[in-house]
């Protein structure tokens, strides 16, 4: 059967889907979740194929990296599921409701936007995040990951959509595209997929969005700054700066420049290079090279550069408009943060800089969909439209309109035997 074929079923899958009940969904979640555990053996094989592939084709180390399925990526993706179960049912929730005239009322109700087209990175974790929020929004779901991953999302992806089809979901709401050729055939399917979302570099966003007439959200370069002001805690500024470079270094949401204010720099960068002497690749303008001599010298494209890697850019800026100003024009707009004691200071970097999401005194990896309570997310958007930042379950859903009247034309209105009230109901939608 041809990705054509199986988008035209997902489509009405999708359409089934929409009026599965909460407790069902959940059930498949469970189901789902019981089935990853029992066959773990299965899926790490296919996975330690997948590395050894990887190896030997020389990849470069954060893709192998991404690629690791073993027991504790497991144990996190069931956590995400649990998280998802336990999130209430996000379908037929009143966004609004109001009386427009007596005995008509108009509600405003969450549904799923349809079908998903998803083309991630090689990390097999995604595909589990991906499929199951997907399954709780109640959205049909075309997945592509990346090729070197192909063995453990076969695996992982027959998992899902056995278990789920066991627990009564419609058949053919998932789909799992294979091939560079999908990929092609995907974009030009404007009338199965109603939003897709590209995980991956900087041209590969860009391809999608040149090349497809469906919506696209998505981001690409995850160049995250993390700013030490001059009002800084110096060891809370270190620890908050080791944890956001090094905690997990392959991740769009790791710090990949680091910019110090002046008047703390002489205190704050012999400490951070303590720290990370012998692991990170440390690369400073001219002004952290008088502190820190032996590092090798930043030029224009760090500043612009996502390492995914233990490299990590530094500049010294003189206050924080410049900081601000740094970020704004280098960012990708997906994660910035501010250590700072002083709360003036806080308030204009978060007014200011214009990124998806922005933090104080924490580190940049709370970016992230199931830390942010979501129970995982589809990616991470650096759009400005329908979603933004880590894209969870709100992210996939859209909204209707539901209009219950008693027989109410508009030719009552216009002739003026009827009135227009607009009166907040505050009560949900009965269908």
Request: proline letters at 3%; one cysteine or more.
């Amino acid at each position: 059967m041809t990705i054509v074929q199986r988008a035209k079923i997902a489509k009405q899958a999708g359409i089934t889907l929409s009026a599965v009940s909460g407790e069902m969904k959940n059930d498949a979640l469970k189901t789902i979740a019981r089935e990853l555990k029992n066959q773990k053996e299965i899926i790490f094989e296919a996975g330690k194929k997948d590395l050894e592939n990887a190896r030997a084709d020389n990849l470069p180390n954060p893709v192998i990296k991404r690629l690791v399925f073993d027991e504790n990526k497991l144990n996190d993706v069931i956590s995400g599921i649990e998280q998802l179960i336990n999130l209430e049912e996000p379908v037929g929730k009143t966004l609004l409701s109001t009386q427009l005239s007596d005995g008509l009322d108009l509600y405003r109700v969450s549904c799923p936007i349809g079908v998903i087209g998803v083309i991630f990175e090689s990390r097999p974790d995604a595909l589990v995040q991906i499929s199951t929020l997907c399954l709780k929004s109640a959205n049909a779901v075309i997945l592509k990951g990346g090729s070197e991953a192909k063995n453990v999302n076969k695996a992982l992806f027959d998992v899902i959509y056995s278990a789920s089809i066991k627990a009564g979901i419609p058949e053919g709401w998932a789909v799992l595209a294979q091939s560079r050729d999908d990929v092609a055939e995907m974009l030009k399917l404007s009338d199965c997929i109603d939003l897709l979302i590209p995980r991956g570099s900087n041209e590969f966003v860009k391809y999608i969005m040149d090349n497809t007439n469906i919506p696209v959200t998505g981001h690409s370069d995850g160049i995250c700054h993390l700013y030490i002001d001059e009002f800084a805690d110096v060891d809370k500024a270190v620890k908050i700066t080791v944890d956001s470079k090094t905690q997990y270094v392959a991740v769009c949401n790791a710090v990949e420049t680091l910019l110090i204010h002046e008047n703390i720099a002489n205190d704050f960068l012999p400490k951070i290079f303590m720290k990370f002497e012998n692991k990170v690749e440390l690369r400073g303008d001219e002004n952290v090279m008088k502190i820190l001599p032996n590092i090798k010298k930043a030029d224009e494209a760090d500043w612009s550069s996502e390492y995914l890697d233990y490299v990590l850019s530094i500049k010294i800026v003189k206050n924080l408009d410049e900081a601000i100003e740094h970020i704004n024009k280098f960012g990708s707009g997906h994660t910035d943060s501010i250590v700072s004691e002083n709360t003036e200071n806080i308030k204009k970097f978060m007014l200011l800089v214009d990124s998806a999401c922005v933090f104080s005194n924490c580190s940049t990896r709370f970016s992230d969909g199931h830390r942010f309570g979501f129970g995982a997310e589809v990616g991470v958007s650096t759009g400005k439209i329908h979603s933004r930042g880590p894209v969870g379950l709100d992210g996939l859903l859209i909204y209707k309109y539901k209009l219950l009247g008693n027989g109410h034309i508009v030719a009552d209105f216009a002739d003026k035997k009827a009135k227009f009230t607009h009166v907040p109901l505050n009560k949900n939608c009965p269908l």
